[in-house]
C-alpha cells in the first residue's frame, strides 16, 4: 500500500528557532497534502495545505514546499513559540482518491522557552 | 465549540461490553469519517460516509459497526472488543467526497477507549 516517510520522530529547537519537518511519499498520482497539528488530549487539526499545482505554499509562520518529482514535501515553522509545542503530522491523497489521506507517523515538536 | 464533536471522551469496557461512540458535526459537511490512532503507528481510516452511504470500509473487523443516521451525525458501534482495540478513536467530517479535488478533514478531540 502506499506509504509516507516522516523526518525526524522528534525535533527540539529553541524558542524564536525554526523548524523543519520532511515527508517523503510513495504515490506519483497524490495531489494534495495536509499537515496536521496534534495537541496533547486533542484532535488533529489541520495548519495548511498544499495542492500538486503550486510548489510553496505560506501562512504566517508556516509554510509548505512540495517538490513533486522528488516526491517529498516539506513544513517550515519559523520564530517558534512555546505553544507550537505538539505532534505533526503529514498526510498525502492516496490511491487515486480525493478523500483517502495517508498519514506520516508524526513529529513530536518541543519548543523551549 | 469546536466543529466536529464527539462523546464520550473516555471509555473503559470490557470484551463482552457492547457500547456506542458518537460524532457530531456543525459545519454543514456531508462526508465523515472514523480513523483509529494507536500509539506509534499512522492513523487508520476505517470508514468513510458520503451523504449518508458508505464508501469505504478498510478491512475493519464486524466488532466496529457505524451507523451514519444522517450527514450531521455518526456512530461507531463496539461489540466484543479485544484488547487491541484499545486506542483513541477519531471523527472527521469534510465537504464531501465527490468532488474533483480533495476537501480538507476537520477532526473531533476523539474517544479514548480502553478494553479490559
Known amino acids: 500500500g502506499e506509504n509516507v516517510e516522516q523526518h525526524p520522530s522528534t525535533l527540539s529547537v529553541q524558542e524564536g528557532d525554526s523548524a523543519v519537518i520532511k515527508c517523503t511519499y510513495s504515490?506519483?498520482?497524490?495531489?494534495?497534502f495536509p499537515w496536521y497539528k496534534q495537541e496533547l488530549g486533542k484532535g488533529p487539526q489541520l495548519i495548511i495545505d498544499?495542492?500538486?499545482?503550486?510548489g510553496e505554499k505560506k501562512d504566517q509562520r508556516i509554510a509548505v514546499t512540495l517538490n513533486k518529482t522528488a516526491k517529498h514535501f516539506s513544513l517550515h515553522i519559523t520564530e517558534t513559540q512555546p505553544e507550537d509545542s505538539a505532534v505533526y503530522f503529514c498526510a498525502f491523497s492516496s490511491g487515486g482518491s480525493n478523500y483517502k489521506l495517508t498519514f506520516g507517523k508524526g513529529t513530536l515538536l518541543t519548543v523551549n522557552p | 465549540e469546536t466543529g466536529v464533536t464527539q462523546t464520550p471522551r473516555h471509555l473503559v469496557m470490557g470484551m463482552t461490553n457492547k457500547k456506542s461512540l458518537k460524532c457530531e458535526q456543525h459545519?454543514?459537511?456531508?462526508?465523515m469519517y472514523w480513523y483509529k490512532q494507536s500509539a506509534k503507528k499512522p492513523l487508520e481510516l476505517m470508514f468513510v460516509y458520503n451523504f449518508k452511504e458508505q464508501t469505504e470500509n478498510n478491512s475493519v473487523p464486524s466488532r466496529f459497526s457505524p451507523e451514519c443516521p444522517n450527514s450531521s451525525h455518526l456512530f461507531l458501534h463496539l461489540h466484543t472488543l479485544q484488547p487491541e482495540d484499545s486506542a483513541l478513536y477519531l471523527c472527521?467530517?469534510?465537504?464531501?467526497?465527490?468532488?474533483?479535488?480533495?476537501?480538507?478533514?476537520?477532526f473531533g478531540d476523539g474517544t479514548r477507549l480502553s478494553i479490559l
Open positions: 472527521a467530517s469534510s465537504q464531501e467526497t465527490w468532488q474533483d479535488s480533495n476537501q480538507p478533514q476537520h
Open positions: 459545519l454543514g459537511h456531508n462526508a
Open positions: 498544499i495542492r500538486s499545482n503550486v
Open positions: 504515490d506519483s498520482a497524490s495531489n494534495y
